[in-house]
Nanobody, 126 residues
Framework: EVQLAESGGGLVQAGGSLRLSCAASKFTFDEYAIGWFRQAPGKEREGVSC????????YYADSVQGRFTISSDNTKNTVYLQMNSLKPEDTAVYYC???????????????????WGQGTRVTVSS
């Protein structure tokens, strides 16, 4: 069974940076779509950034465009989310997920994703 493990969350001041990591076992990232999602207290889960080399697509939510960067290291089977210029509204639990059959027009929609990690908490103080 596919297993995903996020790390790198923590407490940071506004304007700071964090890099989240998602390590996968039992499959290779470059065959599927990988996404970072987040859920803040009292809010719905949202797609933050998703990538798929299979369909040659990368997505960023408008709220993080220009501040966050998704990347992968296939040799380590790890996907990263570099988060810069963090804002208090970025506070959430961040999850990575894998979609076996990515769809271009739905690349960063949660229901498309088949496997999910346990999440890592990010808190941005003002």
């Amino acid at each position: 069974e596919v297993q995903l493990a996020e790390s790198g969350g923590g407490l940071v001041q506004a304007g700071g940076s964090l890099r989240l990591s998602c390590a996968a076992s039992k499959f290779t990232f470059d065959e599927y779509a990988i996404g970072w999602f987040r859920q803040a207290p009292g809010k719905e889960r949202e797609g933050v950034s998703c990538i798929s080399s299979v369909i040659s697509r990368t997505y960023y939510a408008d709220s993080v465009q220009g501040r966050f960067t998704i990347s992968s290291d296939n040799t380590k089977n790890t996907v990263y989310l570099q988060m810069n210029s963090l804002k208090p509204e970025d506070t959430a639990v961040y999850y990575c997920a894998v979609a076996i059959n990515p769809v271009p027009e739905r690349l960063c929609l949660g229901p498309v994703y088949d496997y999910w990690g346990q999440g890592t908490r990010v808190t941005v103080s003002s």
